[in-house]
């Protein structure tokens, strides 16, 4: 790894600090924004913004390539409420950044600051700070408002911290990384009654209760047991008194897969147990199955740049390529389902004592922001290198 150089790493840990003591929710990220961009633009950059309200595309040109990259890190954070003792724990009540967005935000940061001062690459550079990771569709939303029609790339590559792989060791994947994610709501209605005359109604409770075993049927008898599937039931909402059995039951659940092809596996199955058990119980059943996020899929040839890259920053040995990929998701998938490209955990240190993603004792490792700036610098450069003299 390149240190950085001297007072940077001073500047950008207090950026992050900054960034994380003002946490913004999906959509909402202005302040950060405005931080950001003032310093991309004190860098040089073309600063571009406005993409799906609060995004930013800061391009860097060097040299004169056709070629063309994107890098991109999330700015959101989310609604958890910090139990750090810090003095720079959130000041917002109930808002925390507790993924560690400020951290990707301070590492691409760092890195268009980095190439600005030396452009050792022939191409252009779009640096893209995504808003809303967190399960709103920032990703999405800047696809769909024409971020690659505005800034075309070959590739798109993104990174995440990872809690529980040790400071200076990546995790690249050369495939799928991050599952895909459906969610359901069942709704199960009928006929109230009072809880010492259930004959006079439908009971969806004791319905929803045969559904929520029967589901369990879906991964273990219906799937193929080689797909990896978590079929989840995640809260239940009915009834408002202890005497009187409700008319209505909800059921809200999620569905983490691979592939598109087990997403229809499950929904045609789920579809069939929630009209059958409710027919069973004399009720009416429905089931509303979205399809929120694809799964993040690494393409070969931009895996194994940023392998390359990896060695380069951290050392051959210090790069995993055979880790188990997650059930957790990542809308970055948007970005990927249109470009080809690469998605990469970047060690964070011991998960341990609460110190997990989305939890509220996590805190970014600062120790990682000059690691994740060479890594970025060193993708620039296999991607877009310079011809030979």
Not at 1 to 29: C, K, S, T, Y
Request: hydrophobic share 40%; with cysteine.
């Amino acid at each position: 790894m390149r240190p950085l150089p001297n007072g940077w790493m001073e500047e950008l840990v207090r950026l992050r600090r900054d960034i994380h003591a003002h946490p913004e929710l999906a959509f909402q990220e202005t302040r950060t924004s405005d931080l950001l961009a003032a310093e991309l633009a004190r860098y040089g950059l073309e600063v571009d913004r406005g993409l799906a309200g609060t995004g930013i595309v800061a391009t860097l040109r060097s040299g004169s390539s056709s070629r063309a990259i994107a890098l991109r890190a999330d700015m959101d954070a989310l609604p958890v409420a910090e139990l750090n003792d810090v003095a720079h724990a959130s000041t917002k009540q109930g808002v925390m950044h507790a993924c560690g967005h400020d951290g990707h935000s301070a590492m691409l940061l760092g890195a268009a600051r980095r190439l600005a001062a030396h452009p050792d690459f022939d191409g252009t550079v779009h640096f893209v700070f995504q808003p809303a990771e967190e399960n709103e569709g920032g990703g999405r939303v800047m696809v769909e408002g024409g971020l690659f029609e505005r800034f075309p790339v070959d590739a798109v590559y993104g990174l995440h911290n990872w809690p529980g792989l040790a400071v200076g060791r990546i995790a690249v994947h050369p495939g799928p990384v991050m599952a895909a994610v459906d969610l359901f709501d069942i709704t199960l209605s009928g006929r109230g009654a009072h809880a010492a005359m259930p004959h006079q109604g439908d009971d969806p409770i004791v319905a929803a209760g045969a559904l929520i075993t029967a589901i369990q049927t879906i991964v273990s008898r219906t799937t193929d047991p080689a797909e990896p599937v978590v079929l989840s039931v995640t809260r239940i909402e009915g009834g408002a008194a202890s005497n009187i059995v409700p008319a209505r039951v909800v059921l809200h659940g999620t569905c983490r897969h691979y592939g598109s092809t087990t997403s229809a596996v499950v929904e045609g199955r789920l579809r069939q147990l929630v009209e059958g058990t409710a027919s069973t119980h004399g009720l009416s059943g429905t089931l509303a199955y979205d399809r929120r996020c694809p799964a993040t899929i690494n393409s070969p040839e931009p895996a194994a740049r940023a392998i390359d890259a990896a060695r380069a920053t951290v050392g051959e040995t210090a790069v995993d390529t055979d880790l188990p990929p997650s059930m957790g998701c990542e809308d970055f998938a948007h970005m990927l389902k249109v470009k080809q490209g690469c998605y990469v955990w970047l060690g964070n240190g011991p998960a341990e004592n609460g110190r997990t993603l989305h939890s509220a004792n996590y805190e970014f490792n600062d120790e990682i922001l000059p690691i994740g700036v060479d890594y970025w610098v060193q993708l620039v450069r296999r991607c877009l290198p310079k011809a030979a003299a």
